[in-house]
């Protein structure tokens, strides 16, 4: 029942930009988590955003001040913009969200991924 569709990816060049979106469909989404996360042939899956719903947003190191992550509540929406790509960031990427169940427990979903590729 819960669905995260991303979509924007495709191919951009080196120092190009890139904005991805990703709608949210049966969860309460102004209280979820939300994220993205990128995997790339051969490498483990990992963080690159996460935005909370009071909107504090955390980053990974390797795209901290390239790339922003925001949220439209109305539109249940979470967006990444990526700006300055370089071929490192060549992945799948996906859309994430943790939903609050209880005080101390929640649970995780993923969206089926949208695939970037930067040319060098």
């Known amino acids: 029942q819960v669905q995260l569709v991303e979509s924007g990816g495709g191919l951009v060049q080196f120092g190009g930009s890139l904005r991805l979106s990703c709608a949210a469909s049966g969860i309460i989404f102004s209280t979820s988590t939300m994220g993205w996360y990128r995997q790339a042939p051969g490498k483990q899956r990992e963080l690159v955003a996460t935005i909370a719903s009071g909107g504090s947003t955390n980053y990974a190191d390797r795209v901290k001040g390239r790339f922003t992550i925001s949220r439209d509540n109305a539109k249940n929406t979470v967006y990444l913009e990526m700006n300055s790509l370089k071929p490192e960031d060549t992945a799948v990427y996906y859309c994430?969200?943790?939903?609050?169940?209880?005080?101390?427990?929640?649970?995780?979903?993923w969206g089926k991924g949208t695939l970037v590729t930067v040319s060098s």
């Open positions: 994430y969200a943790h939903i609050i169940v209880a005080a101390t427990h929640g649970m995780d979903f």
